[in-house]
């Protein structure tokens, strides 16, 4: 495998293999590689020729009480996965090269980044948005996957992507879960033994609420407190947002008519967790419809 730092030796490598014909994919990461990471390595592995994964722990992505400092970086692990998983190139910029003495553009994705993760971290999407940008630039992929547990990231970064013509192919992938449901986070790490036996009631109260849709519930608030009610059983558990919106916009629903997006983020002592649900309403199904 391949270790570049520079981001001009990455896009040279790149556009000589495009210009071969050979596909790039890309898999943006910040390291702290776990089992969630590894699944869309494997899924990236298997839709383009040449497989990029990035590793840099974004500073303007994270707030000025936020944990960049302690953010975990098992480099040696991190590129011990990627090897064992095929990856061809291990991208690894500095911050100086990310972001020289002269930097100021931004990129903003203003009504994506609106509600619920960017109500709770101000600055965090357009940092989101402008390092993957500037990381789409340098790896010129055809092809970049996004988990799915950062919902409103990946819906965050189609709309980039489109809006600015970018030409890079987004994929999602299923969140990867712990098996009791917790869903695979770099920061699950820092969840004390305690923390870590409740930390699932934010998945299982997405589950409550899902079970509730898919009985034909569509009143919003009967969603909200099965969601409620599963996530207070746990008192430790402090409730940042427990929604069921539009799984396009992201924006609350006020009845659910076709899908709904359940979508949670809690903090349990100084950990913050997020996820969510896609469930679709039982009149949709097709098989329904047709009778
Ligand atoms: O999801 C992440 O790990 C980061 O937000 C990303 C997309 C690599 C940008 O820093």
Request: charged content about 20%; some cysteine; glycine content about 6%.
């Amino acid at each position: 495998m391949k270790i570049v730092h520079s981001p001009q030796v990455m896009t040279a490598w790149s556009l000589r293999l495009r210009r071969e014909g050979v596909t790039v994919g890309f898999v943006p990461t910040m390291g702290a590689l776990h089992d969630g990471h590894r699944a869309l390595i494997r899924a990236a592995r298997l839709q383009c020729d040449a497989l990029v994964v990035s590793i840099f722990v974004n500073p303007t992505q994270f707030g000025p009480t936020e944990d960049l400092a302690k953010y975990p970086r098992p480099l040696a692990n991190d590129r011990r996965l990627c090897r064992a998983e095929g990856v061809d190139l291990c991208f690894e910029p500095s911050v100086a090269a990310m972001y020289p003495e002269g930097f100021q553009t931004t990129v903003a994705v203003p009504a994506i980044a609106r509600r619920w993760e960017g109500a709770a971290r101000p600055q965090h999407f357009a940092g989101v948005a402008t390092v993957v940008t500037k990381l789409f630039g340098m790896v010129r992929p055809d092809i970049a996957l996004f988990g799915q547990k950062d919902y409103q990231q990946a819906a965050l970064i189609r709309r980039l992507v489109n809006d600015l013509n970018m030409g890079v192919a987004i994929i999602v992938h299923p969140t990867v879960r712990e098996k009791d449901g917790l869903a695979m986070s770099s920061r699950n790490v820092y969840l004390s033994p305690e923390q870590r036996t409740i930390a699932a009631t934010l998945y299982k109260s997405l589950q409550a609420g899902a079970e509730v849709i898919r009985k034909g519930t569509t009143d919003i608030q009967a969603i909200q407190l099965a969601m409620a009610t599963m996530i207070e059983q746990e008192p430790a558990v402090t409730v940042d947002y427990l929604v069921a919106c539009d799984p396009l916009t992201l924006d609350p629903l006020s009845s659910v008519t076709s899908r709904a997006l359940l979508l949670g983020a809690v903090r349990l002592g100084s950990v913050r967790l997020i996820d969510n649900l896609v469930v679709a309403a039982p009149r949709t199904r097709i098989s329904q419809r047709c009778g």
